[in-house]
């Protein structure tokens, strides 16, 4: 357990010597800014050795030192934290805890009693204004200033999308995210993951400035792993795997992390699609129902739409139970390369350029990683640790990675972007 003593928000010299401090396998550290620690350093000199040690936490700002609270935790392999602190204390504090740490964590507030607190301006019971808009400026504005880990942010596009869109999908450089399995640009934040919304928000806002669509909004699928579709405008459902739209003015974006993320896009009526497509969606035909609804809300013609297939699984490193496999075998025998095998491997891509070619994509109009004269957007997510995240090969405490597309308005110039080699 870490045991976080509030000095911030609180002088509270009555936390000494109590259970809450001296449970063995804790570890305590003192939350007090720079500004406040000689004022209170004859608290701090109050605190004496524990078994677990003492860390004082004394960065710039509360942002900086919960930031570096909580990458001390994760190296710990740590998510249970007692916070001892004032009633206003709490207040603030449970702000930056929904901003920086993720349901994975679990937080115990211990708030002195009033008579305990010796400082007059901690004794009040809460704050009358809400402090959770001027926290949220403090995280952004501390994070904005980081570094960004493995190097330069590097986007993948395909050239059978016109220029008339934007859109591109996205690696795993160029961000914030310190975790290993997450570093850098992960792009979502999961309740099960270490990884917090203002963290995978910094991100998503590098992402934006990099590939020209800043601010617009990045809106994500809800997904479902099957074949809904949301046609942007009508009532949106509670879960979706796809979205398509005519409108300006947002950023439709599919995740994948092993899974694909497709995108479609017709010049002619200037309408586009964003799919996510793992190997349940696949087989539930979420790609054509997303064609199908291009064609019935916005008129579309089959024959217009280009198709791009993003970083995914391949099939050297994708496998299911023999008789989930031998579903695929329907869409074609291609797709499943060792049926007999008791966990054969599944081409999900093939089986989505299959199925597209029979609901009428052009052949020509699909860009996938069996297309060799553009440049390669459709590399294996397992085989290349160092640009993509990847569920089948890094477990559950996985990054997710995005495939984006936009409708540009007239005159909109596109981002930089680097396209990179399988």
């Known amino acids: 357990m870490a045991v976080l003593v509030d000095l911030i928000h609180g002088c509270c010299p009555a936390w000494t010597g109590t259970s809450l401090l001296e449970e063995s396998d804790s570890r305590v550290f003192l939350l007090c800014g720079k500004r406040d620690?000689?004022?209170?350093?004859?608290?701090?000199?109050?605190?004496?050795?524990?078994?677990?040690?003492?860390?004082?936490?004394?960065s710039g700002s509360t942002a900086e030192c919960l930031y570096r609270f909580k990458q001390t935790v994760d190296q710990l392999d740590l998510s249970s934290i007692r916070v001892l602190t004032s009633p206003q204390g709490r207040d603030v504090l449970v702000q930056y805890q929904k901003l920086l740490f993720t349901a994975l964590y679990t937080f115990d507030y211990k708030v002195a009693p009033v008579d305990k607190l010796t400082c007059p301006n901690c004794r009040g019971s809460a704050h009358q204004d809400s402090p959770g808009e001027g926290v949220r400026e403090e995280v952004s504005a501390f994070l904005q200033q980081l570094s960004a880990l493995k190097g330069g942010m590097r986007l993948l596009k395909s050239t059978l999308i016109p220029d008339c869109f934007g859109h591109g999908f996205s690696t795993r450089s160029g961000g914030v995210s310190y975790i290993q399995t997450l570093s850098s640009l992960n792009l979502f934040s999961s309740s099960r993951r270490r990884d917090p919304e203002a963290v995978v928000m910094e991100n998503r806002r590098r992402l934006a400035l990099h590939a020209g669509f800043h601010p617009l909004p990045l809106r994500l699928v809800k997904v479902n792993h099957a074949n809904d579709?949301?046609?942007?405008?009508?009532?949106?459902?509670?879960?979706?795997?796809?979205?398509?739209?005519?409108?300006?003015?947002?950023?439709?974006?599919?995740?994948?992390?092993?899974?694909?993320?497709?995108?479609?896009?017709?010049?002619?009526?200037?309408?586009?699609?964003?799919?996510?497509?793992?190997?349940?969606?696949?087989?539930?035909?979420?790609?054509?129902?997303?064609?199908?609804?291009?064609?019935?809300?916005?008129?579309?013609?089959v024959s217009d739409i280009a198709v791009a297939v993003g970083p995914s699984v391949g099939v050297c490193c994708f496998t299911l139970d023999r008789e989930q496999a031998l579903d695929f075998v329907s869409i074609h025998p291609d797709c499943v390369p060792d049926p007999e095998s008791a966990k054969p491997h599944v081409d999900i891509r093939l089986a989505?350029?299959?199925?597209?070619?029979?609901?009428?994509?052009?052949?020509?109009?699909?860009?996938?990683?069996?297309?060799t004269d553009h440049p390669c957007i459709t590399p294996c997510?397992?085989?290349?640790?160092?640009?993509?995240?990847?569920?089948?090969?890094?477990?559950?405490?996985?990054?997710?990675?995005?495939?984006?597309?936009?409708?540009?308005?007239?005159?909109?110039q596109a981002g930089p972007a680097e396209s990179q080699a399988c």
């Open 37 to 58: 620690q000689e004022e209170k350093s004859g608290v701090l000199d109050s605190f004496t050795s524990f078994p677990g040690g003492v860390q004082v936490l004394d």
């Open 229 to 301: 579709v949301w046609v942007l405008g009508k009532t949106e459902p509670e879960s979706y795997d796809s979205m398509v739209t005519d409108q300006c003015g947002l950023v439709l974006a599919a995740p994948g992390a092993d899974c694909m993320p497709i995108l479609f896009a017709d010049p002619v009526r200037k309408v586009i699609g964003a799919a996510h497509a793992g190997w349940k969606g696949t087989l539930m035909g979420v790609a054509m129902a997303t064609i199908d609804a291009m064609v019935a809300d916005f008129g579309c013609r």
């Open 352 to 371: 989505s350029r299959v199925l597209l070619e029979k609901g009428g994509i052009l052949p020509e109009n699909i860009h996938d990683n069996t297309v």
């Open 381 to 412: 997510t397992s085989c290349h640790p160092e640009d993509f995240f990847s569920h089948v090969r890094d477990g559950l405490n996985f990054g997710t990675q995005v495939g984006f597309l936009w409708i540009k308005e007239q005159g909109e």
